[in-house]
């Protein structure tokens, strides 16, 4: 059987023939294209959920919410959105030490489950002003403590005003119905994703401590939950869906108050002249009157 590999003696001569330039090359197809690795195990982000229709969807929430917490705790608690982040569910643990209030929920009709987090200084705070105190947190706490009763039910109160404030503020986009799973106090138990998956993050800061110290109160989706949803976010971001009684009477109304004479148009802002009567116009004839020019 005959060989097709080349000798030595012809491996030599193309060889130097490379290198002196008798023989051309990059003489074939895409040969400057450049190489981008891809994993192909991982999510990519930048082709995925709107980020800023997330950020519409907790500037709503934060309103209700902080309503709802006025109503329980009789206290206007300071608590501010910050900015929607996409990041690894492996890299968000490393940043939190227990114990937190790590709670599983399922929010449905969207796909998994999420998680909610409560810093233990939202919950100590929530608590002293529940009672009438004036908000004060706690300090660092051993790592295997545990909420007790009392603290547990604040917890459950600060959940249930979570979850009826976010089926509000998705109320435009789809409905939504929160149910709360099971609860935890180390968040490597909240496996709602693999180390390796992206995670949606909210984080809502809370600084109505009255020691100065500030806590947070997370809501973190998995990626997979928010992707088959990407087209209703990107394109539905308005905080209406449009068909709110009070859109409608404005469109009916609108070509009519183009059609108002503008003689009959009044603003508050402009102050009318008082009528002209005979007793207004004898004190400017005497007035006029008594003036006296001086001669040059």
């Excluded at 895409?30 to 500037?59: F, P, W």
């Excluded at 990041?87 to 709670?103: A, C, E, H, R």
């Excluded at 709360?180 to 496996?191: D, G, L, R, T, V």
Aim: net charge positive; hydrophobic share 35%.
């Amino acid at each position: 059987m005959k060989s097709n590999l080349l000798s030595d003696e012809e491996l030599a001569a193309l060889s130097e023939g490379v290198r002196d330039g008798s023989i051309e090359t990059d003489t074939g197809f895409n040969t400057r294209v450049r190489v981008r690795k891809h994993d192909l195990a991982s999510e990519d982000s930048s082709l995925g959920v709107n980020v800023s229709a997330v950020d519409m969807i907790n500037e709503r929430f934060i309103r209700l919410f902080r309503l709802g917490l006025l109503e329980v705790l009789r206290t206007s608690p300071r608590v501010n959105p910050t900015r929607v982040q996409i990041m690894k569910f492996g890299d968000y643990l490393k940043g939190l030490k227990p114990p937190l209030s790590v709670n599983m929920v399922r929010m449905a009709p969207l796909r998994g489950n999420s998680v909610i987090i409560i810093d233990p200084n939202v919950v100590f705070s929530s608590l002293d002003s529940f009672f009438g105190g004036f908000g004060k947190g706690v300090g660092d706490l051993p790592s295997g403590r545990l909420f007790t009763p009392t603290e547990t039910r604040i917890i459950k109160i600060i959940l249930d005003v979570f979850f009826r404030s976010l089926t509000e503020a998705w109320a435009p986009l789809m409905p939504l119905e929160c149910e709360h799973i099971s609860s935890e106090i180390n968040p490597q138990f909240a496996q709602i994703a693999d180390e390796n998956d992206l995670v949606v993050l909210s984080r809502f800061e809370s600084d109505a401590t009255a020691s100065g110290g500030k806590g947070f109160i997370d809501l973190v989706y998995p990626y997979a939950t928010l992707k088959p949803i990407r087209e209703l976010l990107s394109s539905r971001v308005q905080s209406g869906d449009g068909n709110e009684e009070s859109d409608k009477k404005w469109r009916d109304t609108w070509p009519l108050r183009w059609a108002t004479p503008a003689s009959s148009c009044k603003s508050p802002w402009v102050k009318s002249k008082p009528p002209c009567t005979t007793s207004t116009i004898c004190a400017k004839a005497n007035c006029c009157s008594s003036r006296k020019t001086r001669p040059r």
